[in-house]
Structure formats: structure tokens, C-alpha cells
């Protein structure tokens, strides 16, 4: 029943005009019903059976109700489209505002494609579906009850027969179209599958040209392709069996009714003004019995998606957001015995791991590869919360702060820059949406940038490509740096923020830092030596714990593996020396 909770919750955004759209259908049922009715009254009058009634009144009555019957059915359609618009506009709207409520665990477990799809296929489908059903289906099964109640009110033994005919010729439909839903469903699944995979492939392609596996991503492809080609044949292959049904039926039950009906007018129980009647209703129930083929295939896809859109609005994975604690200072940072490890992973990625910041500390954070230290950023950051222990900012659980104000107050460089498609500078003003044109180009001015800049000739108006893949790294990394400019955070997380700059840049760079940083307690993950002396402090991690916290200088001469590392890393010349000097 979960499908009908979803197809309520879907529809009941608009239940004005539902209430609409189910009186259009009721009135058109029972201009249909009349019409039959009439006929019986007129040919049973003609031949003397009946009341006699005046031909031109009985042609105007009749022409009234098919006019009633023409502006039902106008009203109904205009209404069914405007209804399934909106509420397709607020399902998308939910969806929307489901996934971007997710915390990031969620997207390790979803692909970007397969979002997509659900967001755009799933949805699409289940709207033509839903649209389907409630433009024919309710006027059709008012239509049916109402010809079965004036059948039986003609004559009940002639109306029996009609009935269990049509009811086990419907019930045969339905058993037909029984493997529909699974199939939908899986169907669907496999075509996410293969968007997912195609948007993969799209988003790596210059690895996929770089290794030259066009053919091996082509064949994987095709895999996903060719299976969804084989559920759609095993669909293909039970409508087959289920269209031609309705029309035997029709034909069938004309045979059946002149038959029985005839034997009946013989015996004199009926007239024939009531035959025609009956004939003349065999033939509207044939009509909504035509397209129960039709509906079969339209609730079990919208099932079979409705199933698929509820299983992903029921996948929930939010940090919890109780919190209401804010505060404008700068802040201290404690971290008090975190353990982290990701969701569905096998080991800890931090251990046991504590130490403080007071407020407009510069803290350089450094360790080997996979150390963690983006790790620790991010959960700084409370993009994951701890498995145990806690993280306090001005001296308060993060778990109490009001999360947007918390990252508001935050000021982030991500290890990997990620730009949207569109100009530089719209990119800089996403560190402060509305930023006005001079606040942009007071950041480019602030960060360095303008250095940078001066070699594009459309400068801030440059388009960036599509995740600013028409920019070079250190051009990128320009970027995101001036957006902390707009934003002048409280805390900066910087995650290896000159890794790509070149010395020009890197000068720039570190000398506009330094005031961003003045106004603010910093953490610099970094490998290189000379932005490590932004920080006043370093902690060192190894394999997830804290293996040296303290002054640059104090751990190259105490540390061996902290100094182990520079001596790695190449460092220019003269640090070593200064450590070993000293
Ligand atoms: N989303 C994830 N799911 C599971 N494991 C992850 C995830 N992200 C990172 N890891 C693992 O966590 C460990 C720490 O990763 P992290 O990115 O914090 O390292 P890092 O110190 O920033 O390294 P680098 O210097 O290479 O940037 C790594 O072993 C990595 O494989
Ligand atoms: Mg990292």
C-alpha cells in the first residue's frame, strides 16, 4: 500500500483540483449513461411499447447531454494536465530538497547519474503514468457501475451474464500484466545504471581518452544497455498477449448479448427498445474494457516508480541539526579523544585524537598521504560528526552549534577545487551569494588574483568550463581562495591551498593570506615547507593519530619522522640546514 501513500502524497498537493477533475468525471459519466436510455425511451415509444414522446424534444434532450458531455470532458482534460503539472513541480521540489538535506555519507552510497535519473526519468514517467489514470480511469469506473446498476435495472438475469463475462475477461487482464511492475522496476534500475555509468564516463573522459578505453567503457556500457533492451523485450512480450485481448472481448460480448438478449425478446420477457439499450451499453463498457490493458500498464509503472521515488525520499542520512548555539567570536578549536571511521569502512581513519586551538591560532596540519588530515578537516568543518569523543568550537559541542551558522562562520579551500560552469567571477561571488560587483573585485584585488587575471582578456566575465576544467589548477586554486575573501570567515580551513601555485603565485598567495588569517583561527593542511610557516604551531598526524603537535622548528629537531617527511618531500635547501643548526 506504500504506492498509494506515495500517489496520495503526489496528488494531494493539489486536491482542488482533484476534487475538480472527479466531478468533471462524474458528470461525464452520467451524460454517457443517459444517452442509452434515451434511445431505449424513444424506439420503445416509436413502436408503441412505452410512453410516447415527441421526436424533436427527445433530439434536443439528447443533443443537451452530449453538449454537457463535451464541456465535462474539456474541463476534465485542461484540468488533469494543470494538476499533474503542479504536483510533478512539488515532487521534483521534494526531491530536490531531500537530496540537498542528505549529509555526505548519503552520496558515497548514491551516483550522481543515478540521482539524475530518478530526478528527471522516474519522475517524468510516473507523471504520464498518474496522468493516465486520472484523466479516463475515474469517469470509466463511475461509467461501469453506473451501466451495471441500469443493466440490472433493465433486465438482472441478461445483466449476470454480461457482467461475469466482462469481470473474468478483466481478471485474465490483470493475471496477464502480473510480471509488469518487477519488470518497470528493474527496467528503470538498469537505465539509472547505465546513466550513472555514462555520466562517469563523461566526467573522466579525458582519463578515458588518456588510457585509450573508449572500446572497454563502451563494452561496459553496453552490458547495462543490453540488459535494459532485455527487460523491455520481456515487457514488450506480455503486452502483447494483453492488447488484443480487449477487442475479442468486444466482439465476443456482442455475440454473446444478440444471443441471449434475442432468446429473451422471443420469449417476450424484454422489448426491443431494452436489446438495444443493452447493446448500446455493451458497447460503452467495451471502451473503458478496451483500456484496461492500458491501465494495467499505467499503475504498475507508476507503481514500479512510485516504489522507486518513495524507497529514495525514505533514504534518510542527516547529521542531526538540533543545535541552536551560535556565537560571532573568534573560536577556539578542541578536539577531546575523536575516533572517526566512514560509513561501511573496515578501519579507523582517526584515532584517539586530541588537541586545542586558541582563538587566531594559524595551525599547519601535515602527515603523509592518507594520513587523514582532510579527514579532520572536514569533520572541523561537520561534514561527519565523531564515532567518539567530541569536537568543541568556543568552548561548545559542535553538535550544539546551529549548523548553517557554524558553516557560515566557516571559510574552507577544499583540497580538490570544484568551480560551477559559469564565469570567474560568479564563481568568487559563491563565497557570499548576492555579493555585489565591487565586493568581487575587492576579494580579486585582496586575494592577488588580479595578477592572475591580467592574462585573460575577458577577465571576471571568463567562462570556466564545466567544473572548471578550462582552468589550470593554480588558476583554480586562485579562485577559490578569493572567495574567502568575500566571506571573511572566522575559521579558514585551507587544504593544501598552494600545492598548485607556481612561485609568483605562491608569493601572492601567502602574503594576501596573511590578513584572512589575522582575523581568524587557522588550519593549513599542507606539504609544502614555506606555507607551513604561515602556521605558528604544527600538528603532525600519522596513520589517523597525533604524532607530534608543536612548533615547526622544535619538531624538525625533536621529531625524526617529522623531519623524515620534509627530507622526503625535497624541501628546498636551506630549512633542513636552519633544522639541523639549530
Ligand atoms: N569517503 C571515504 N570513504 C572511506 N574512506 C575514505 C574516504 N575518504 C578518505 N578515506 C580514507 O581515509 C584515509 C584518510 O584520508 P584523507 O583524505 O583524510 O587523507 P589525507 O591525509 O588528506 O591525504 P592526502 O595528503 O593524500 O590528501 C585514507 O586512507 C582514505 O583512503
Ligand atoms: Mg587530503
Known amino acids: 500500500m506504500s504506492w498509494v501513500r506515495f500517489l496520495w502524497s503526489y496528488l494531494s498537493y493539489r486536491k482542488d483540483l482533484l476534487a475538480l477533475l472527479l466531478a468533471c468525471s462524474a458528470a461525464m459519466a452520467a451524460a454517457e449513461l443517459a444517452v442509452p436510455w434515451l434511445m431505449k425511451e424513444v424506439i420503445d415509444a416509436v413502436l408503441g411499447e412505452g410512453p410516447s414522446a415527441g421526436m424533436n424534444m427527445w433530439l434536443l434532450t439528447a443533443v443537451a447531454v452530449l453538449a454537457v458531455l463535451y464541456a465535462a470532458h474539456v474541463v476534465l482534460l485542461r484540468t488533469d494536465a494543470l494538476m499533474i503539472l503542479h504536483c510533478s513541480y512539488a515532487l521534483r521540489r521534494r526531491l530536490l530538497a531531500h537530496v540537498h538535506a542528505q549529509s555526505l555519507?548519503?552520496?558515497?552510497?548514491?551516483?550522481?547519474?543515478?540521482?539524475?535519473?530518478?530526478?528527471?526519468?522516474?519522475?517524468?514517467?510516473?507523471?504520464?503514468?498518474?496522468?493516465?489514470?486520472?484523466?479516463?480511469?475515474?469517469?470509466?469506473?463511475?461509467?461501469?457501475?453506473?451501466?451495471?446498476?441500469?443493466?440490472?435495472?433493465?433486465?438482472?438475469?441478461?445483466?449476470?451474464?454480461?457482467?461475469?463475462?466482462?469481470?473474468?475477461?478483466?481478471?485474465?487482464t490483470f493475471y496477464l500484466g502480473q510480471p509488469l511492475p518487477s519488470l518497470r522496476k528493474s527496467a528503470q534500475r538498469v537505465s539509472a545504471r547505465l546513466a550513472a555509468r555514462f555520466q562517469e564516463t563523461l566526467a573522466g573522459v579525458r582519463t578515458v581518452q588518456a588510457f585509450r578505453n573508449e572500446g572497454h567503457e563502451l563494452a561496459r556500457l553496453d552490458e547495462e544497455n543490453r540488459g535494459l533492451l532485455d527487460f523491455e523485450l520481456k515487457e514488450g512480450k506480455v503486452y502483447?498477449?494483453?492488447?488484443?485481448?480487449?477487442?475479442?472481448?468486444?466482439?465476443?460480448?456482442?455475440?454473446?448479448?444478440?444471443?441471449?438478449?434475442?432468446?429473451?425478446i422471443i420469449a417476450g420477457e424484454i422489448t426491443a427498445g431494452t436489446l438495444v439499450a443493452f447493446i448500446a451499453y455493451m458497447e460503452i463498457l467495451a471502451r473503458p474494457l478496451g483500456h484496461v490493458e492500458a491501465y494495467v500498464r499505467s499503475i504498475q509503472t507508476s507503481r514500479a516508480v512510485g516504489e522507486r521515488l518513495e524507497d529514495l525520499l525514505a533514504d534518510r542520512e542527516q547529521l542531526p541539526a538540533k543545535g541552536r548555539w551560535t556565537s560571532d567570536a573568534v573560536p577556539s578549536i578542541a578536539f577531546e579523544n575523536v575516533r572517526f571511521r566512514y560509513p561501511g569502512a573496515e578501519r579507523d581513519i582517526l584515532h584517539d585524537v586530541s588537541f586545542s586551538v586558541d582563538p587566531g591560532e594559524a595551525v599547519a596540519v601535515t602527515g603523509r598521504n592518507g594520513a587523514g588530515k582532510s579527514t579532520l578537516m572536514d569533520m572541523l568543518l561537520r561534514l561527519h560528526d565523531p564515532l567518539a569523543g567530541r569536537i568543541l568550537a568556543a568552548g561548545t559541542d559542535l553538535t550544539h552549534w546551529e549548523l548553517d551558522a557554524w558553516r557560515r562562520s566557516v571559510g574552507v579551500m577544499p583540497q580538490e577545487v570544484f568551480l560551477f560552469q559559469t564565469t570567474i567571477g560568479e564563481n568568487i561571488a559563491y563565497g557570499k551569494p548576492g555579493a555585489s560587483a565591487e565586493e568581487v573585485e575587492e576579494a580579486v584585488r585582496a586575494s592577488g588574483l588580479d595578477r592572475i587575471l591580467r592574462r585573460f582578456p575577458e577577465g571576471l566575465q571568463t567562462l570556466v568550463g564545466e567544473r572548471g576544467a578550462q582552468l589550470s589548477g593554480g588558476e583554480r586554486q586562485s579562485i577559490a581562495l578569493a572567495r574567502l575573501f568575500l566571506r571573511r570567515p572566522r575559521l579558514l580551513i585551507l587544504d593544501e591551498p598552494t600545492s598548485q601555485l607556481d612561485g609568483e603565485a605562491l608569493q601572492l598567495v601567502r602574503a594576501a593570506l596573511k590578513p584572512l588569517m589575522e582575523g581568524a583561527t587557522s588550519f593549513i593542511v599542507t606539504h609544502n615547507i614555506d606555507t607551513v610557516e604561515l602556521a605558528n604551531r604544527v600538528i603532525f598526524l600519522e596513520n589517523g593519530r597525533l604524532a607530534a603537535d608543536g612548533d615547526h622548528r622544535s619538531l624538525l629537531r625533536r621529531e625524526p619522522r617529522y623531519s623524515a617527511l620534509w627530507k622526503d618531500a625535497a624541501p628546498p635547501p636551506e630549512v633542513p640546514m636552519s633544522g639541523q643548526t639549530r
Open 105 to 172: 555519507s548519503f552520496f558515497a552510497r548514491h551516483r550522481t547519474g543515478e540521482l539524475t535519473h530518478r530526478l528527471t526519468s522516474d519522475t517524468k514517467l510516473f507523471e504520464t503514468s498518474v496522468a493516465r489514470l486520472l484523466r479516463d480511469l475515474p469517469s470509466e469506473i463511475l461509467v461501469v457501475i453506473g451501466v451495471t446498476a441500469l443493466m440490472f435495472m433493465l433486465h438482472a438475469g441478461l445483466a449476470l451474464v454480461i457482467i461475469l463475462f466482462m469481470a473474468a475477461a478483466a481478471g485474465l
Open 240 to 264: 502483447a498477449l494483453m492488447e488484443p485481448l480487449g477487442d475479442m472481448v468486444e466482439l465476443l460480448g456482442l455475440v454473446l448479448v444478440v444471443w441471449y438478449g434475442g432468446g429473451l
